[in-house]
């Protein structure tokens, strides 16, 4: 199931996510060449999060190959690299499938939650997630990036929420394609399963990081009402 839009209508401009569509598309524009070769790999490396490295336990030195025949030697520990990784991506369908979902939850979350909230919400989704990602595989030499760790906090957060607005999803059933409602609850639980369900059956070295996804919703669905601005009142579509 890919969704396509919800039935959920905002009640204010979504300025922060917004804001965090175009400081990804800034990124990866300025700091990834739009996904060339040399400069993607050099952003990765030096913005990315990785594991051993941040928290010391690969040996400096080290060189992992990360394709085309580039290959990131690890240095010593950068902090910042929780936040910087969440604003870069390893190639297109990563950067557009990312703001996709961000542009359709993002805009109900803001509106619940009240601008500044956001932001705050959304980094520490996104913190909580790297935090996953790093506990289910600490010597990692292998760099995260993506957004989609916050992002899906801001899915979480919507489930919690918003959990009986209509979502129409794309559905692929081998030729059998067609575009039909769902819960949001139902959308989003199956994807946040999926991601379970792989983190547990995958190769924590597969590349995809399975473990922050789950760690950022249930980062999201937790921090959801705590974060919620209460003197709003909220409407959703129901099904």
Excluded at 43 to 52: E, K
Excluded at 153 to 173: N, S, T
Aim: hydrophobic content about 55%; some cysteine.
């Amino acid at each position: 199931m890919f969704p396509l839009r919800d039935e959920n209508p905002s009640h204010h401009t979504p300025l922060v996510t917004y804001a965090l569509v175009a400081l990804n598309a800034l990124a990866w524009v300025t700091l990834q060449g739009l996904g060339q070769e040399r400069q993607l790999a050099t952003s990765v490396c030096t913005l990315g999060l990785i594991p051993g490295e941040l928290l010391g336990t690969a040996p400096v030195g080290t060189s992992v190959p990360i394709g085309a025949g580039l290959s990131c030697k690890l240095g010593q520990p950068n902090w910042l690299t929780p936040l910087t990784s969440m604003f870069m991506h390893g190639g297109w369908m990563h950067i557009i499938g990312n703001m996709w979902f961000l542009i359709i939850f993002g805009d109900n979350v803001e509106d619940a939650l009240g601008h500044a909230r956001f932001l705050l919400f959304y980094v520490a989704c996104g913190l909580a997630a790297a935090a996953a990602q790093v506990f289910a595989n600490p010597a990692s030499a292998i760099p995260m990036v993506g957004a989609s760790g916050a992002i899906g906090g801001v899915m979480g957060a919507y489930a919690v929420m918003y959990p009986y607005a209509r979502i129409d999803v794309l559905l692929v059933l081998g030729v059998f394609v067609r575009v039909i409602p769902v819960s949001a609850l139902m959308m989003l639980g199956y994807w946040f399963v999926i991601q379970l369900v792989s983190g547990s059956l995958s190769n924590l070295e597969a590349g995809v990081a399975f473990w922050a996804h789950v760690g950022g919703f249930a980062a999201g669905a937790l921090l959801a009402l705590p974060f919620r601005n209460r003197g709003v009142r909220h409407q959703t579509a129901i099904l």
